[in-house]
């Protein structure tokens, strides 16, 4: 396998990492601007209080996602296991 090979193999994982990663960590910042600002607002400064939303919300983001998720990770998957054969030699 070059080095090239590798490297452009690695960059492929991270950016697919990246992408996959995004909606939930999108909504957990989202969420977290917005309950933070509530809680400023509102001068409740219960830390608990910031935790709720953000679970819920990235749950809720994991469940509408989470297969395509797994659709982006099992093709890329798929996709390692057959080149295997190129990349070895």
Do not use: C
């Not at 819920?56 to 509408?64: C, E, N």
């Amino acid at each position: 396998m070059s080095v090239d090979a590798l490297s452009e193999l690695i960059t492929e994982a991270l950016y697919l990492a990246l992408w996959v990663s995004a909606p939930a960590l999108g909504a957990a910042v989202l969420l977290g601007l917005l309950t933070a600002a509530l809680s400023t607002v509102t001068q409740v400064q219960e830390q608990s209080l910031s935790y709720v939303p953000k679970l819920v919300g990235v749950a809720l983001v994991l469940a509408l996602v989470g297969g395509w998720m797994a659709d982006q990770l099992l093709g890329f998957t798929g996709q390692l296991w057959r080149a295997i054969p190129t990349l070895v030699s």
